[in-house]
């Protein structure tokens, strides 16, 4: 929709996402309605103040009579498509959008969005620091914005934004459902065990995720990771060109990053180019080497310059809440990974060290496997310290500690404070101790980032 005069959108969700994309409707001369199932109490400044604006606030429910007369509705990323009021507006014939959706219509520069399980962060921030490089090393009064799913919705932005810009944008597989538009260049990092208590079967997951690549055109470029069969499957779906990334060389004379002689090296139009040597990068773990192949896969995608490349790639130190290292305290090192929501990521992390390892595991399950990770954890930690809503489902995982094995302690917590206190019982100097909760933080915290402050809070207060 390009006229929004006088057209009447619901915005479902009044959180930062439906806040910033009302606040654009109601510029746009849009007829907003913005519902909310918490009362005004839990809602924002920002979110109160659109109603000065003329935004209609419909709080603590969502009433059927609100869909008389609406022209689109806009679901939050947290709000569940299954919900009476949304198939009901499916019945109706109103169609539905979302913040992204409208965004990237709206969005006059090219678009590269990132999307996978596990790395969206990383990658989208890597790459909007090497597209910020890149203009200032020109001289370019053109810019990088950098947003979406990573904690900026940008709809609010669009009107600064310009034909010469790049935007970097995360993407959800919550966005992505609903989306039929694709970025000119579409990254999908990997496709594992994730977000099925929204999404149901893995199938479903996997529609979600694909949807980043379905409505692109023949010039624009799909980034997909070699190593990982959930993002490699969907090069048979592809209408744009590929650049892929991985630890090997790509087969023939394919485009992709790789590997070689401990420097991350670019096939591209049958040339090599090394691009940087791998001692430049700054983040722990084999993932996030692979993080840095897809940054890198995708800077080549947008024409962004090698000097710029090198040096993100040289500056970068991660984002927080993604194996930030906290402070070491009586001879050993603590770790927040409070992003690793599911059992892949805390896997990806207890790959990442050597030394001897107490993990701190819990929150509230997604209905995602534990199997294997039980099983690494039976041989790389220690430790295990269990708290949160789903300690008894991940005691049942680990099942008994076992002779001749690395495991020698299982013990568990009410909250993660408790587990904070007796991770520092058990922990020894030289050990590395790891918040990498595999659940969400929805039991006890707003979300994962506020369960990364606290428990830096309580480390630093040990």
């Known amino acids: 929709m390009k006229d929004w005069m006088d057209k009447k959108v619901i915005v479902l969700g009044a959180a930062r996402q439906g806040t910033a994309l009302s606040s654009y409707l ?129 709809i609010d932005q669009v009107a600064e934004m310009h034909e010469d ?135 080549a995608a947008a024409s962004l310059a090698l000097p710029a490349i090198q040096s993100a790639v040289e500056d970068f130190t991660g984002v927080p809440h993604r194996l930030e290292f906290v402070r070491n305290a009586r001879g050993a090192d603590w770790y927040n990974d409070s992003i690793a929501t599911a059992p892949e990521r805390t896997l990806a992390a207890l790959e990442s060290f050597d030394s001897p390892l107490v993990l701190l595991l819990g929150g509230r399950d997604k209905d995602l496997p534990w199997e294997k990770l039980a099983e690494l954890t039976h041989k790389r930690v220690r430790d295990v310290v269990l708290f949160g809503e789903a300690a008894e489902l991940i005691q049942k995982a680990l099942g008994p500690i076992k002779p001749n094995e690395s495991l020698q302690t299982i013990t568990r917590c009410e909250s993660l404070q408790e587990a904070v206190q007796k991770a520092a019982e058990l922990a020894r100097e030289g050990d590395a101790v790891l918040l990498s909760p595999g659940g969400t933080s929805y039991d006890a915290f707003k979300d994962f980032e506020e369960r990364g402050e606290y428990f830096r809070q309580w480390v630093n207060a040990l």
């Open 165 to 299: 810009d790049l935007v970097i944008l995360e993407l959800s597989s919550f966005q992505l459902e609903l989306m039929t538009v694709s970025p000119q260049v579409a990254v999908v990092l990997n496709i594992t065990p994730n977000h099925l208590d929204r999404h149901g079967t893995m199938q479903a997951y996997t529609a979600a995720k694909a949807r980043i690549l379905h409505y692109q055109h023949q010039g624009d470029v799909a980034v997909l990771n070699r190593d990982d069969a959930g993002s490699w499957d969907l090069s048979t779906q592809l209408k744009s060109d590929l650049i892929s990334f991985g630890f090997n060389r790509p087969d023939g004379n394919q485009n992709g990053t790789y590997i070689q002689k401990d420097s991350i090296w670019l096939q591209i139009d049958r040339q090599q180019l090394k691009m940087l040597p791998l001692d430049w990068i700054q983040l722990r773990g084999q993932h996030n080497i692979s993080n840095v192949l897809a940054a890198c896969a995708a800077a």
């Open 26 to 154: 109601v510029g746009q001369k849009a007829r907003v309605v913005l519902t909310d199932l918490h009362g005004p109490e839990a809602l924002s400044a920002d979110a109160l103040s659109l109603q000065e604006r003329g935004v209609e606030l419909c709080l603590g429910s969502h009433p059927m009579e609100l869909l008389e007369g609406a022209d689109l509705v806009c679901v939050s990323g947290g709000v569940p498509l299954n919900i009476p009021f949304l198939q009901e507006a499916s019945r109706r014939g109103i169609k539905l959008s979302n913040d992204s959706q409208v965004f990237m219509e709206a969005c006059p520069a090219p678009i590269v969005g990132i999307t996978g399980s596990a790395g969206k962060t990383t990658t989208t921030a890597l790459l909007g620091l090497m597209a910020r490089m890149y203009y200032e090393m020109k001289n370019s009064p053109r810019r990088a914005w950098v947003g979406g799913n990573i904690g900026n919705p940008l």
